[in-house]
């Protein structure tokens, strides 16, 4: 069974297939939108988003699993 932060980390991965790669901020403020990945500041707000919405919405309505199944 996957625990709380493989599913939203799972989420992220869904609604941004670049989640997982790292890109360095460009200290000039541009953005190059051709170049795959996002800075870590991205991805704490993108996991903190899928956090909210796993924990309003889908885990009120999770049944935990016998864990010897």
């Not at 953005?31 to 009120?60: C, H, K, V, Y």
Request: glycine share 8%; charged share 25%.
């Amino acid at each position: 069974m996957k625990t709380r932060e493989q599913i939203i980390t799972s989420m992220c991965y869904t609604w941004r297939h670049d989640y997982g790669l790292l890109k360095e901020a460009d200290p000039g403020g541009y953005s190059f939108p051709g170049i795959a990945g996002m800075t870590r500041e991205e991805q704490q707000s993108l996991w903190q988003q899928m956090a909210q919405i796993f924990d309003n919405d889908i885990a009120p309505h999770m049944e935990v699993k016998n864990e010897r199944y």
